[in-house]
């Protein structure tokens, strides 16, 4: 086994602290700069980043530095590397039958009719990974090189660092069976893929890598499909199989995200792999294990998720703690990838300075592992210093004025079971039919519009004092007046006022409650070239003046058919924001959801008689472990119903899902008692809508059928397919047409074409619905 260092972390981001990795890869899409470029790119990034993290402490030749980057997803670079590509993309294959990188984004965007890979949440964060396909005719091969040739390039560099890659019994347990077979289980084809991670890990070798990091996540998980007990049997045999090769770097299993079950964590430690990385920030210390005598444990003690500066204190004695368990090295790490957090607190000029003192981005969580691998090695007195300011930064924070509000945990303890209840369904049910007098299948988009250049540059002029405030918000009314107008232009029944006014639709709550910070660089990845800022919740959080009432009237104003209110729910928020640390979520939510709550109020003062929030994150935020989920939907389902129960019977409360895989929380979405629920179903080509109709879910329903991830235009046809299925399975009463999700990122010319296919598809179905 080759010597692992004293501090490691887990990954690190990788679009850039200028989102460098966007740019030239949406420019590259655009035809502007060809792959060769864009190759240029890439490879900067990647010698910035083993640049920095050898500054901030971490080994340039001892294999400390992972090797992470991405140009779009992780897990779908293993299944190009793995030969894993669809049957409607293999014509995108290169004469030798390898995958080059033009395929793996054909495969991510989708093409004229071939629809791109299905996208979902990794795990319980805010990213968003492409589902590979998997079934009995897929046919396994090594099919890239790029793994290896970035260790060569690091190589050359100097550097000896760690290939990451998604391990086999994850990136089988994450897929899907393909639709030729869609009855089979992708992880029963684990001995056919394991030989070509056999192949990658010799390629690895041979281009100088010392160690190799696979992760596991999927081990720590209770909500894929598989019991603990196949899981552990699973990388028991994967284990087998890459170790038994001697052409090889050194093994290290990373499983991330939470605690590994007993099964998979006796299986790791009795295996040939010679290390095992365990996150102990969501979990605690193992019991001890006589194969790790042999290992090398890295101990997740610096939250990955996160940007709390953290314990260095506790970390240090769970450090201490996870040295007993007797392996032969303990490791300082981080509990996941730093790819959820932003790169570095010292470009955030605009934070409160007080509040920087509590925080801690990725570079600052780098050096917090450096700290402790120093005292691992030298000494617990070696770092007293950097442990009493961690320590006294905890303390300054527990006692600063905004983090407890009296007022604010007054109304919070005062609530009742009353608070969080509506009139029966089906009595609001005939008063909205009878105020709105909506036709069957009324279309409706999801609320944002396309944010143009123009809109970006004036919001950017007016942050920048070169626009004031009269002559921006009349540039917003403007906006929304071209908005309404063109979709009244096509037909949707429901109008929405486009939200040109938002950045994003939880930063610009944040920037209107108390209890919030935003950033100006905290730049996080969503999924592919998108990227977010999430907000920092660091107070107890209450809402000053109305937000979004001025808009919403205003856009009524302008049209007789109903505008929706458009809000983003108490969970998206948080799942979406980076929350404090030091009370329950459940608290947390509660709060804010009192604040949506008089915000729903002013909004039906206002005139606004449909009103949605969002909550595409509900399923985003369900726990790992079955034992947890529970609590956390009665929780997360009552701040919803919290902030949405003080609405009148008349007033038609809608919420939106995406990437909700529906039916694991059914019962949940149910149970939130929305008039109205649209849910992603285009990408996945309408899957969902048999598991609404099998659990005989009541309320209305839009079930999407416009991808808007993808820059595809559906067809008339593809439109009319969707929704004649779902007319089929569902109440027909009840359903209502939409695309998945808002259209912030998408153009005008794709928008206005896919919503008048929508439009004529809706008619064309009316009609024969009408006449049965």
Not at 102 to 119: I, K, Q, Y
Request: hydrophobic content about 45%; overall charge negative; aromatic content about 6%.
């Amino acid at each position: 086994m080759t010597q692992f260092p004293a501090g490691t972390i887990l990954g690190y981001p990788r679009i850039g602290r200028r989102r460098e990795l966007k740019r030239a890869v949406e420019a590259h899409w655009r035809g502007e700069i060809d792959e060769e470029a864009l190759e240029a790119v890439a490879a900067d990034l990647r010698r910035v980043t083993r640049e920095r993290l050898a500054e901030l402490g971490l080994g340039r030749t001892d294999s400390a530095i992972p090797e992470s980057f991405s140009f779009y997803d992780q897990v779908l670079d293993v299944a190009a590397s793995v030969g894993a590509v669809p049957e409607r993309f293999a014509h995108l294959r290169d004469d030798d039958g390898s995958v080059p990188l033009a395929a793996s984004f054909t495969a991510a965007r989708g093409e004229g009719d071939a629809a791109p890979l299905e996208m979902t949440k990794w795990f319980d964060t805010n990213y968003h990974y492409l589902v590979p396909e998997i079934g009995p005719e897929t046919r396994f091969a090594l099919s890239s090189d790029r793994f290896a040739r970035q260790i060569a390039e690091a190589v050359a560099d100097g550097y000896v660092t760690r290939p990451v890659l998604v391990g086999p019994v994850t990136f089988l347990a994450l897929s899907k069976p393909t639709d030729a077979a869609p009855d089979t289980r992708p992880l029963d084809r684990l001995d056919d893929v394991l030989p070509v991670y056999v192949e990658l890990l010799a390629a690895l070798r041979d281009a100088g890598a010392e160690w190799v990091q696979i992760d596991e996540p999927a081990l720590v998980s209770q909500s894929l499909g598989y019991t603990d007990a196949e899981l552990a049997a699973a990388i028991t045999r994967a284990a087998e199989v890459l170790t038994a090769s001697a052409d090889r770097p050194s093994i290290l299993v990373a499983a991330g995200y939470g605690a590994l079950s007993d099964a998979a964590w006796q299986a790791l430690a009795e295996s040939e792999v010679e290390g095992i990385a365990i996150d102990l920030t969501r979990g605690s210390v193992p019991a001890a294990a006589p194969g790790l005598r042999s290992k090398v444990l890295v101990g997740g003690v610096i939250d990955g998720r996160n940007i709390w500066r953290g314990d260095l204190a506790a970390a240090a004695e769970t450090l201490a703690a996870a040295a007993e368990l007797g392996a032969a090295t303990t490791v300082a790490g981080t509990s996941t990838s730093l790819q959820h957090v932003p790169h570095d607190l010292a470009d955030e000029p605009d934070l409160d300075s007080r509040l920087v003192s509590w925080l801690a981005f990725a570079d600052q969580k780098v050096a917090q592992v450096a700290t402790l691998a120093r005292g691992l090695r030298d000494g617990r007195e070696s770092i007293s210093a950097e442990v009493d300011a961690a320590s006294a930064a905890l303390a300054d924070r527990s006692e600063a004025d905004g983090v407890r509000d009296h007022t604010v945990r007054t109304r919070v303890a005062a609530l009742t079971a009353a608070d969080r209840t509506r009139t029966a369904f089906e009595v609001r049910s005939a008063v909205q039919d009878a105020a709105l007098g909506l036709p069957i299948l009324p279309t409706t988009t999801i609320g944002s519009f396309p944010q143009t250049g123009e809109i970006r540059r004036a919001r950017a002029r007016f942050g920048r004092g070169e626009l004031d405030a009269d002559a921006y918000e009349g540039f917003l009314r403007d906006e929304i007046g071209r908005v309404i107008e063109l979709q009244r232009d096509i037909g949707l029944d429901v109008l929405v006022h486009g939200e040109a006014e938002r950045n994003d639709m939880v930063q610009y709550f944040a920037e209107n409650l108390d209890g919030f910070a935003v950033t100006r660089n905290g730049w996080v990845q969503s999924y592919g070239s998108r990227a977010t800022r999430p907000s920092i919740l660091w107070g107890d959080v209450s809402r000053p003046a109305p937000i979004t009432v001025p808009w919403a009237a205003y856009a009524q104003s302008l049209s007789s058919a109903p505008v929706k209110g458009m809000l983003t729910g108490p969970v998206t928020i948080l799942a979406w924001s980076f929350v404090r640390d030091d009370q329950p979520l459940s608290d947390t939510a509660d709060q804010v959801a009192l604040a949506l709550r008089d915000e729903i109020a002013d909004l039906e003062r206002a005139g606004i008689a449909i009103v949605q929030v969002d909550e595409p994150a509900l399923r985003e935020l369900l726990p790992l472990k079955a034992a947890d989920q529970a609590a956390y939907l009665e929780w997360s389902v009552g701040a919803f119903r919290l902030a949405t129960a003080g609405a009148g019977d008349a007033t038609q409360i809608h919420t939106h899902l995406c990437y909700s895989e529906f039916g694991v929380v059914i019962d949940a979405i149910a149970a939130l008692d929305a008039d109205v629920t649209s849910i992603e179903a285009a990408r996945s080509r309408g899957e969902v809508i048999s598991d609404v109709a099998a659990s005989g879910f009541d309320h209305g329903i839009g079930p999407g059928v416009y991808d808007i991830h993808s820059p595809r235009v559906p067809s008339e046809a593809e439109v009319t397919d969707l929704l004649e299925r779902a007319v089929v399975e569902l109440d027909v009463r009840r359903l209502w047409v939409n695309p998945d999700c808002g259209l912030k990122t998408r153009g005008y010319d794709e928008t206005v074409a896919s919503l008048r296919n929508i439009v004529a598809a809706t008619r064309a179905v009316r009609a024969r619905v009408a006449g049965r």
